[in-house]
Every structure is written in C-alpha cells, then in structure tokens.
T-cell receptor, first 113, second 112 residues
Framework: EAGVAQSPRYKIIEKRQSVAFWCNPI?????LYWYQQILGQGPKLLIQ????????DSQLPKDRFSAERLKGVDSTLKIQPAKLEDSAVYLC???????????FGPGTRLTVL | GQQVMQIPQYQHVQEGEDFTTYCNSS?????IQWYKQRPGGHPVFLIQ?????EVKKQKRLTFQFGEAKKNSSLHITATQTTDVGTYFC????????????FGSGTQLTVLP
C-alpha cells in the first residue's frame, strides 16, 4: 500500500514570496490533515478535511494560509506571503473515515529567509 | 483548549538502560496514541490505547493508559540505538472532528 505522498520535500524562499505544497493521501482515506511542525515541537494541526469539505481550520492563519481539496483526494496548502516564522516542516496526514490513527507523509521542509 | 504535555523533553541514556516518557492531558481522553519520529523523518504511528488502565506491549515497548484516562506512559526496556527518535503522545479532541492534539515530544538519544 502506497503511503502519503508530499512534494516538494524541501523549499527555500524569501519572505513575502509565495509557496505551495502538495499532498496525495493514502487511497481510500477520506480525512486529510495539514500540520505545521516547528523544530523541537509536536505537530500543530492547521486544517482538517473530510472528503472535500473543511472540518476544522481554527488554527489556520487565514490571512496568509489557504488550503483546498477540490476533488476529495489531493490537497494543496499555500502560503502567501510567507514570513520568517513560517519556517517549519509541513506535514500532511490521512486517516480512514472514523478512525483516529493518522498516517503521515514525509513532509516539506520550508525555510523562509 | 485541550493541552497535552510530555516529560521529559530530552533524555539521554546508555544503550541497554531503560527509558520512560510521560504524557498528561488537561482533559479526559477517549483514547491516546503514540507516535515515533526518527531524526529527519515523519511521525509514525506506534499504538492506540482506549480502555482505562490499559497496558499494551510491543516487544521492548510497554504502553500504559491511566485509570482516569488523562495520562499515559511509554517505557522502553533495554534501549537500543534503533530506539533513537522523538516520541509523541496525541489525544483526540472532544468534538466530533476528533482532531489530534500532540504533545511536545520526548527526544531520546541512545549512547552506544
């Protein structure tokens, strides 16, 4: 069974630039999550999708972050414009509907200069 | 909101020594999950505990869920260098969305 795919794996940008991350969850997983993990901390949930609908985006900085999952499969997370404090690893995870266990992708390490 | 705290933040042990990390939630949890993240890697699911007082074992790893379902522990017997990584506990929130709140993790270093 293929795991959660993410790209790119690494991204370096300057502040005020835009960046987008892509995630492809495990086949059949209805729930998709985007997390931000700052060095030395646990993952912090940014947004949760159930199929193509948003379940929770209470911790998403909506003035600069946006995410979509148009067809209920792949998802993109965008930051526009980026700030220095956005430097982190962005993890995508998915889970089978109704099951709590989450499967994480390899993450995208973002460095904002 | 729900808070999940872990101690210690860092632990260095000599190979062969035991290791324990503790997790405490500000709210009662329906279940608790443990994940392991290797250096440079992503969190990988280890186990889920559901019942009050539940104890589960995976080879040298022993997981325990407290009676009040607000705390948990992970104990590793006779650590090996392959145990290196950060161990996170995570608990679902009370809402229907059941999003996980992760602890800050315990970073384990095993010295050969």
């Amino acid at each position: 069974e293929a795991g959660v795919a993410q790209s790119p794996r690494y991204k370096i940008i300057e502040k005020r630039q835009s960046v987008a991350f892509w995630c492809n969850p495990i086949s059949g997983h209805a729930t998709l999550y985007w997390y931000q993990q700052i060095l030395g901390q646990g993952p912090k949930l940014l947004i949760q999708f159930q199929n193509n609908g948003v379940v929770d985006d209470s911790q998403l900085p909506k003035d600069r972050f946006s995410a979509e999952r148009l067809k209920g499969v792949d998802s993109t997370l965008k930051i526009q414009p980026a700030k220095l404090e956005d430097s982190a690893v962005y993890l995508c995870a998915s889970s089978f509907q109704g099951i709590d266990t989450q499967y994480f992708g390899p993450g995208t390490r973002l460095t904002v200069l | 909101g729900q808070q999940v705290m872990q101690i210690p933040q860092y632990q260095h042990v000599q190979e062969g020594e035991d290791f324990t990390t503790y997790c405490n939630s500000s709210t009662t949890l329906s279940n608790i999950q443990w994940y392991k993240q290797r250096p440079g890697g992503h969190p990988v699911f280890l186990i889920q505990l559901v019942k009050s007082g539940e104890v589960k074992k995976q080879k040298r790893l022993t997981f325990q869920f407290g009676e009040a379902k607000k705390n948990s522990s992970l104990h590793i017997t006779a650590t090996q260098t392959t145990d290196v990584g950060t161990y996170f506990c995570a608990g679902p929130g009370p809402g229907s969305a059941r999003q996980l709140t992760f602890g800050s993790g315990t970073q384990l270093t095993v010295l050969p």
